[in-house]
């Protein structure tokens, strides 16, 4: 399940307010500013700080 051209639109990180971009395979949302990597679950973008990972 795919998330919404319409949805990756709107969606920033939380913490520096910059965009998400859909990781390769489709399982998370980084932010390219800060490197925090937010999981997609179930086709839901989980956008919460504590579950992020920071990745390079």
């Known amino acids: 399940m795919s ?3 319409e949805l990756l639109e709107i969606l920033v990180c939380p913490v ?7 990781t390769p395979n489709e ?3 980084k932010c390219q500013k800060c490197k ?5 679950k179930d086709g839901i973008p989980v ?10």
């Open 36 to 40: 925090r990597v937010y999981p997609v």
């Open 16 to 22: 520096c307010k910059e965009p998400v971009n859909l």
């Open 47 to 56: 956008m919460l700080v504590d579950e992020a990972k920071i990745e390079n």
């Open 3 to 5: 998330i919404s051209p």
């Open 27 to 29: 399982d998370g949302l």
